[in-house]
């Protein structure tokens, strides 16, 4: 099946799913149709891939036929009205059985609804028992009426779009807020003239229990920092405004109690890329740091044991090793079994030494890299 086709299809199969809000408009027209072409019978009929569905009717009960006995699947391959005069005389439509059994159709005349991006989806069409013509001002008003029909469809589609569109973003507007409010860190977004746009709850608690005062949108977010921390909040906040973000870590004293801050100032963009303002994100990392300062002096010690060990205790272990190869060398040992015992006991001592400094060096080493954030 060409593409063409299956495109076509496709938009008929969205019209027939539509919920049309302009019935009564359209089946005015309908009913003007066919007063205009003064025939008994006037459709709006939708061509789908094996069948057509009378979606709006005057004097007819037909709901649907076969695409192959339909008129009007003759009608939307072509864009001018499609006339037959007398169908008994048309030999494309002669045996049909729309013409040999009901509605015994005679007369027929077809606009073909053309949508704005070039498919015929069907047509506004007149039919009569009996031979028939239409004028050419006959012929022009059913053309206007069909591009009349096509624009409510047309309008209750893109209503239909706007109205799943509208859903949707309230969906995602629904889920990035519940995510904004369960996150822990503090999240505000300020405009292009310093003011508080939005911001999460967490930041909203947190600037009543240290600055006793209720962070509301428009104010002036300088109101709500930490003094000793404007003049750089401002510099970061211009910084990122101007298009470059920034990342900082800060300690700062809230009364008696110290908080370690991780900071994000990022542009915030429009759908056009525009920056509109700044993000700014507030983590307290706090525990983290109190962590990693807990493994720098536990590093320390282990250090200062490592320096006792190794200096400290094989110094005298090293003089002792020292003076027995004197006495061996000066040959005035008189028990040589024993000095090779004692000597044994003393390379044994030293080797545990040695295991011991390397075992604190490298537990140094590994509780660095156990607790390196990367």
């Known amino acids: ?84 005069r007398d169908a008994l005389l048309d030999e494309r439509f002669a045996d049909n059985p729309l013409v040999t059994g009901g509605p015994g159709i005679r007369f027929y005349a077809g606009a073909p609804l053309t949508t704005q991006d070039g498919f015929n989806l069907g047509s506004l069409c007149v039919i009569d028992q009996a031979p028939g013509k239409l004028s050419s001002h006959q012929q022009e008003m059913l053309q206007v009426l069909s591009k009349q029909v096509i624009h409510l469809l047309e309008f209750d589609t893109s209503l239909q779009i706007l109205k799943e569109q509208y859903v949707k973003a309230k969906n995602s507007e629904i ?105 700014y994100n507030a983590t307290d990392i706090t525990k983290r740091v109190e962590q990693e300062q807990r493994v720098l002096a536990q590093n320390e010690s282990l250090r200062e044991i490592a320096f006792i060990q190794s200096h400290e205790l094989r110094r005298p272990v090293a003089s002792i090793m020292g003076l027995m190869d004197l006495v061996k060398a000066d040959g005035r040992a008189k028990d040589i079994e024993e000095l090779q015992l004692m000597e044994k006991a003393v390379a044994e001592l030293d080797e545990k030494i040695r295991l011991v400094v390397g075992y604190t060096t490298n537990h140094d080493s590994r509780v660095s890299l156990d607790n390196d954030p990367a």
């Open 175 to 279: 889920k990035l807020r519940s995510f904004f409010e369960s996150s822990s860190s503090c999240h505000l977004l300020i405009g292009k003239d310093m003011e508080v746009m939005a911001f999460n709850k967490a930041l909203a608690d947190f600037v009543i229990k240290h600055h006793e005062v209720k962070i509301s949108t428009g104010m002036r977010v300088t109101d709500y920092v930490h003094p000793s921390y404007v003049n750089e909040f401002i510099r970061n906040y211009k910084t990122a405004l101007a298009g470059t973000p920034v990342v900082l870590e800060r300690k700062i004293q809230y009364g008696d109690e110290y908080i370690w801050w991780y900071f994000t100032y990022d542009p915030a963009r429009n759908p056009d890329g525009e920056i509109i303002g700044v993000s």
């Open 1 to 84: 099946m060409p593409i063409k086709e299956l495109e076509r299809l496709a938009a008929v199969n969205r019209f027939l799913k539509l919920e049309i809000s302009k019935e009564k408009e359209i089946q005015e027209i309908v009913a003007l149709a066919a007063k205009i072409c003064g025939t008994p019978t006037a459709l709006i009929t939708l061509v789908a891939d094996d069948t057509q569905y009378v979606k709006f009717k005057i004097g007819s009960d037909l709901e649907t036929t076969t695409r192959q006995a339909a008129f009007c699947s003759h009608t939307i391959g072509q864009q001018d009205v499609l006339m037959i």
